[in-house]
């Protein structure tokens, strides 16, 4: 692995280039590509997911698989559109196991989340939202330092680690993965987190 070069770029635009041939740990090696945020660099309202998925990782995009279009619905129906939100992960790699064809997805381990939370930081700097919606426990911890279970947190204003207000909610994958009756419940309860976010934001 390189030493990472830690001279902080000046504009999100280097950041992204830098992102994208970034190793500062090892995930960068099996994904295809460093999927960096994306929406409008003057938001007030950033989003922060887990990690690119197996669409992400092809497509280089945030937010474009089954996930990304659940949360990209909800926003809608919130009135939040995502084109003026900053939609961007705590870890900027695919992390996967492969399985005959496919690439069943990893959750990233703690030191990912922490290498990777250079360029989450930089992207906060740069940005600077008013406020922040983490999608499930990764990014709660990426932004907080916090790992406790989400539960009790879910649908809570918290602060991140750089002083602004984070709104603590599911991940929309988790929601894709429960069984129909908690499902439901758990998409009322992102609508609520949403439409909250939607509220505070005006
Ligand atoms: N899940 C995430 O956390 N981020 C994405 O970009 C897509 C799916």
């Known amino acids: 692995r390189q030493i990472p070069d830690d001279t902080p770029p000046e504009t999100l635009e280097a950041a992204r280039e830098q992102a994208l041939r970034c190793t500062r740990c090892d995930l960068c090696h099996a994904a295809t590509q460093t999927v960096w945020g994306e929406g409008d660099p003057a938001a007030a309202l950033m989003i922060v997911g887990e990690a690119p998925g197996d669409h992400e990782d092809l497509q280089g995009r945030p937010f474009v698989g089954p996930a990304g279009q659940l949360?990209?619905?909800t926003m809608d129906q919130a009135g939040l559109d995502p084109a003026q939100a900053w939609m961007t992960n705590?870890?900027?790699?695919f992390k996967f196991t492969p399985r005959g064809k496919r690439r069943i997805h990893q959750n990233p381990a703690a030191g990912e989340i922490r290498h990777c939370k250079w360029w989450l930081d930089i992207e906060r700097r740069m940005i600077a939202p008013r406020l922040t919606v983490a999608l499930g426990a990764t990014a709660a911890f990426s932004l907080t330092g916090?790992?406790?279970?989400l539960t009790p947190r879910r649908g809570k204003l918290e602060t991140t680690l750089d002083g602004g207000p984070v709104l603590i909610t599911w991940h929309p994958s988790l929601i894709l993965r429960l069984d129909p009756a908690p499902a439901a419940a758990a998409r009322?309860?992102?609508?609520a987190d949403l439409s909250e976010a939607a509220r505070l934001m005006a």
């Open 71 to 73: 949360l990209r619905q």
């Open 90 to 93: 705590a870890v900027k790699h």
């Open 146 to 149: 916090n790992r406790s279970p």
């Open 188 to 191: 009322e309860q992102f609508a």
